[in-house]
């Protein structure tokens, strides 16, 4: 089984709907949680960095991070075509493991106009 | 403009060729990574660097070399003895270990 397991989709919605995207994870020493945008053929670019439990807003995509359950959440509001990409979550323990990050296998998402 | 650049973009290369890929950030950040990118998959860790002239073993070091003699730059050289090369290959870096991670444009090498 996984370190960290991401339901692949794909997932496609309409524009402006609310998109849900979920990690779950086994390692219970992790406490960074990182969310990246991965458009094709490029590098990931990073969108949400928190640290433990609790939520975190940057505009239309907020971040949960609920370590009882060990599952992470990222959601986008008022989705838009440009949306559209591949969402990987990535998990690390910080210096106690050197900084070594696990990610998920990525869920492709499709915004339709 | 700060960033990581990697070149070069598309690589090719014959079986039994060693080939080296570049890797350079002026972001000022003393951690730099390679990690390696399967379709359909996350990421994996090859090689790290927490500072100069200091490197180590990712999860899938094999077949894998690196250097870091300068801040800057962390060239990754993918030899012979990797057995499955073809694969789209992402550089990294962060102010240190314990820091969020920037990721390069990325090189993806076929193997001919």
């Given at each position: 089984q996984k370190e960290v397991e991401q339901d692949p989709g794909p997932l496609s919605v309409p524009e402006g709907a609310i998109v849900s995207l979920n990690c779950t994870y086994?390692?219970?020493?992790?406490?960074y949680f990182m969310w990246y945008r991965q458009y094709s053929r490029k590098g990931p670019e990073l969108l949400m960095y928190t640290y433990s439990s609790g939520n975190k807003e940057d505009g239309r995509f907020t971040a949960q991070v609920d370590k009882s359950s060990k599952y992470i959440s990222l959601f986008i509001r008022?989705?838009?075509?440009?949306?559209?990409a591949t969402y990987l979550c990535a998990m690390s323990e910080g210096l106690?493991?050197?900084g070594k990050s696990t990610f998920g296998d990525g869920t492709t998402l499709t915004v339709k106009p | 403009d700060g960033g990581i650049t990697q070149s070069p973009k598309y690589l090719f290369r014959k079986e039994g060729q060693n080939v080296t890929l570049s890797c350079e950030q002026?972001?000022?950040?003393?951690a730099m990574y390679w990690y390696r990118q399967d379709p359909g998959q996350g990421l994996r860790l090859i090689y790290y660097s927490q500072i100069v002239n200091d490197f180590q073993k990712g999860d899938i070091a094999e077949g894998y070399s690196v250097s870091r003699e300068k801040k800057e730059s962390f060239p990754l050289t993918v030899t012979s003895?990797?057995?499955?090369?073809t694969a789209f290959y992402l550089c990294a870096s962060s102010i240190d270990l314990s820091n969020e991670q920037f990721f390069g444009p990325g090189t993806r090498l076929t193997v001919l």
């Amino acid at each position: 089984q996984k370190e960290v397991e991401q339901d692949p989709g794909p997932l496609s919605v309409p524009e402006g709907a609310i998109v849900s995207l979920n990690c779950t994870y086994s390692n219970s020493a992790f406490q960074y949680f990182m969310w990246y945008r991965q458009y094709s053929r490029k590098g990931p670019e990073l969108l949400m960095y928190t640290y433990s439990s609790g939520n975190k807003e940057d505009g239309r995509f907020t971040a949960q991070v609920d370590k009882s359950s060990k599952y992470i959440s990222l959601f986008i509001r008022d989705s838009q075509p440009s949306d559209s990409a591949t969402y990987l979550c990535a998990m690390s323990e910080g210096l106690t493991n050197a900084g070594k990050s696990t990610f998920g296998d990525g869920t492709t998402l499709t915004v339709k106009p | 403009d700060g960033g990581i650049t990697q070149s070069p973009k598309y690589l090719f290369r014959k079986e039994g060729q060693n080939v080296t890929l570049s890797c350079e950030q002026n972001l000022n950040h003393d951690a730099m990574y390679w990690y390696r990118q399967d379709p359909g998959q996350g990421l994996r860790l090859i090689y790290y660097s927490q500072i100069v002239n200091d490197f180590q073993k990712g999860d899938i070091a094999e077949g894998y070399s690196v250097s870091r003699e300068k801040k800057e730059s962390f060239p990754l050289t993918v030899t012979s003895a990797q057995k499955n090369p073809t694969a789209f290959y992402l550089c990294a870096s962060s102010i240190d270990l314990s820091n969020e991670q920037f990721f390069g444009p990325g090189t993806r090498l076929t193997v001919l």
